[in-house]
Each structure stands twice: as structure tokens, then as C-alpha cells.
């Protein structure tokens, strides 16, 4: 007989989750990337109990985006006939662009949680869910009932997986498959990863011919790295998630130089470059060829774990928390906070998407342990006044009398 200690018990993610609100940690029965989210939303102010989904009527029915997926929702619609799942499309920034329902007892259902066309559903709107999660983390994601974040979509489940642009590597968007939880399947992942990789092919059939050569090895290759990958033609710079999340724009040049280099002969098979955040990386390149012609070079990248310069030494690790840890763009986004501005103000000035504002707004938060902006401008604040010279340094100085 099975004796009552030999019972494993289904573990409550609802209590989970409001322990770990309460202050608790996440236990690590949760799913590694639901913790994270949770976090995530959490750190953006959200509860679970509060359920509030912005609306933008602006819709872009009929963009790039919306043409290549079309026939693929469409015939994926096809293929779920008379199934309980709908298929959705949404843009990067979380909001529904397009909703497929073959189930029509569905409809009522996604109505009710504002799961239709126009209706945005970043994570740190609503919190954990699929196509929110999915964007926030740069890689297909499923969130099956107690999962949520949100109280209010704990009876549904979604699987979603982004769109990148094969141009330049950034999220177009996502793809979605979206069911009562009761009716979930695990088929509805990796139908999500397909759609999106169709998607993505047919966005390179819209380019030139050396283009979409190009951009068909970075999806081959892309789906076999195991770190950071670069792609650098004449025109165009592609990159891979990991690579995105270690790379920032002023490196694009920097990178352009190093490829100039390597392709020219003036360098072994391995380079080592530092990037502007500090980080070293060493980089193993080969030469992107279509028969005898050369159109760029692939870059595989290695940050340099034991320093944070150009001079590595032993020990010297890049700090993970502290005002040590930001990057220059997390620095300059705490300069912005800190006078008031919005995450769409701050975007405007550094050239970024608000929901990108928001994705290092939250790092920041992680790295310095604050919960808002207004303890983060509190701290920028004493940061700039431990860092201010003392009146007696001025007079040393000849800065005063």
C-alpha cells in the first residue's frame, strides 16, 4: 500500500504565486520560465487580481507583417477545423492583429478576456501569458492555466512562438494558439514554432535574390546555434536572440570593422573585440559565399567570462547587481526615468520601442533591487551625489575659495 507520505500533491500555482508576491520564493516545482515571468510581472507593478487589457483601435490590417502571415493563418485555421483552438497574430508590441476562431464557442470565451484584434497583450500590461511572455523572452513560450499571472485567464492556455524579420534579426511579432484549459494539447507549441518559420519564409520571398540567400542560411543556421550568432552583409546585419540580448546598436559599427578585417585576411580565425558595455567577446568568423561571390561573413561570438575589459585578469568577473551591472543603454534609460519621462518619451530619444524602454526599465530594477520608478530615481539621485565632488575636493581642485 501507498502510505501518505509517498503522495505527491499537484502543487497549487495559485498559491505559488501569491506566496511569492507575499515574498516567498518561487518554488522551483514552477516551470523555469513561468518564474520568470512572474517576476517580470511583478516587477511592472501588476496583480493578479487587477485585469486590465489596453485597447489601440490603430490596427495595421494590411502591413508586411499581416500579408506574409495571412495564408498561413489561413491554412492553419484550415487544419483546426472543428478544433476548440484559435489562432491569433500579434505585433511586437503585444497588440492583436488578426484572430482565427474555427470553433465558434470559442469566440464568446476570448471575448470575455479582450483576446481579439486591436487588444494589447504585452506581459507587463497583463502579465504571464503566451504571446506576451513569448515577445518578453524572445523565444516560444506556452502558459497553461494557473500559469497566468492574471486571475482572469487562468482558464485558458496558449502557445505562442515570435516572428523575426529576416532582415535584421528583430521580433516582427508572434503567432499564437490560444485554448480553454481543459482543451489544451501539447501539438499546440511546436504548430506555433511551425507557422511562425513559415512566416518568416515568406517574408524572405518578398527580398532580392543574394538577400534571401542570406537570410535562408541565418534560419538554418540560427536554429542550430548554441550562442550568440551574427550575420553582417553590405546592407544588412542579422542577428540571433542570444546575440541580441548581448549586443547593443552602437556595436553594429564595431562589428562591421571587425568583419572588414577579418574578410580582407588581416586576421587568424578568431578575433577579440570589447563591446560597449564592457564585455569582451571573442569572436570565430567564416566567410558568407553564393558561389565565387563573398556577400558578408557569419560571426559567432563568446563573451569573455572572466573580464570585463580588453585585459583580462583573473577574478575580475562584470558584476551582476549594482549600478556596475547596467549597461550604457540601462544607464542612459535611469538618466531619462529620472527626470519623468515615460518609457515612450525615453524610446523617442534613444531611438528604441517603449516596450523596449520597458524590458531594460525591468532589468534595471532586477540589477539596482527596486520595485518602482520612483525609488529608482530616489537612488539615481544619491548615486549622483555620492559620485559629485565635496565642496573641500573643489577647493583642492582650485574649484572654489
Not at 489596453?54 to 489561413?74: E, I, K, M, N, T
Not at 524579420?165 to 514554432?193: C, K, Q, W
Not at 528604441?352 to 537612488?379: A, D, Q
Request: one cysteine or more; proline letters at 5%; a negative charge.
Amino acid at each position: 500500500m501507498t502510505s501518505a507520505t509517498d503522495v505527491v500533491l499537484p502543487l497549487d500555482l495559485r498559491g505559488a504565486l501569491a506566496a511569492f508576491l507575499a515574498g516567498d520564493a518561487v518554488p522551483g516545482q514552477v516551470r523555469a520560465e513561468i518564474g520568470a515571468s512572474w517576476r517580470r510581472s511583478a516587477a511592472s507593478g501588476l496583480k493578479p487580481d487587477r485585469f486590465e487589457v489596453p485597447f489601440d483601435p490603430d490596427v495595421d490590417g494590411d502591413g508586411p507583417l499581416v500579408q506574409a502571415a495571412r495564408p498561413v493563418l489561413q491554412q492553419l485555421a484550415v487544419d483546426l477545423s472543428g478544433a476548440p483552438v484559435a489562432v491569433l497574430l500579434a505585433n511586437e508590441r503585444g497588440q492583436v492583429l488578426d484572430r482565427r476562431v474555427p470553433d465558434a464557442s470559442l469566440i464568446a470565451r476570448l471575448d470575455r478576456i479582450l483576446l481579439a484584434p486591436g487588444f494589447v497583450y504585452a506581459e507587463d500590461l497583463v502579465g504571464t501569458n503566451g504571446m506576451g511572455t513569448a515577445l518578453a523572452q524572445r523565444s516560444a513560450a506556452a502558459v497553461d492555466g494557473d500559469e497566468h499571472f492574471a486571475d482572469a485567464l487562468t482558464t485558458a492556455a496558449c502557445a505562442a512562438a515570435p516572428i523575426s524579420d529576416p532582415r535584421h534579426g528583430g521580433i516582427l511579432g508572434v503567432i499564437d494558439l490560444t485554448s480553454l484549459a481543459e482543451d489544451a494539447s501539447a501539438l499546440m507549441l511546436p504548430l506555433a514554432r511551425r507557422a511562425a518559420r513559415e512566416i518568416e519564409q515568406r517574408l524572405i520571398d518578398v527580398t532580392g535574390v543574394s538577400e534571401r540567400l542570406v537570410l535562408q542560411r541565418f534560419l538554418r543556421d540560427r536554429r542550430r546555434a548554441k550562442g550568440p550568432l551574427v550575420f553582417i552583409t553590405q546592407r544588412t546585419m542579422i542577428t540571433n536572440a542570444a546575440a541580441d540580448r548581448l549586443i547593443e546598436a552602437d556595436d553594429e559599427s564595431l562589428l562591421r570593422e571587425c568583419a572588414t578585417r577579418l574578410l580582407s585576411g588581416r586576421h587568424d580565425e578568431a578575433a577579440r573585440i570589447v563591446l560597449t558595455s564592457g564585455t569582451p567577446v571573442t569572436i570565430r568568423w567564416e566567410p558568407l559565399v553564393d558561389g565565387g561571390s563573398q556577400l558578408g561573413a557569419v560571426l559567432r561570438l563568446a563573451p569573455v567570462a572572466d573580464a570585463r575589459s580588453g585585459r583580462p585578469r583573473a577574478g575580475d568577473r562584470h558584476p551582476t547587481f549594482g549600478w556596475e551591472s547596467l549597461t550604457g543603454t540601462e544607464r542612459s534609460v535611469v538618466e531619462l526615468v529620472a527626470q519623468g519621462l515615460t518609457n515612450r518619451e525615453a524610446g523617442e530619444r534613444l531611438f528604441l520601442s517603449h516596450h523596449t524602454v520597458g524590458f531594460h526599465l525591468r532589468s534595471i530594477f532586477s540589477k539596482l533591487g527596486v520595485n518602482s520608478r520612483v525609488e529608482l530615481t530616489r537612488l539615481a539621485i544619491e548615486h549622483d551625489t555620492e559620485r559629485a565632488p565635496h565642496q573641500s575636493d573643489l577647493v583642492a581642485l582650485g574649484g572654489g575659495r
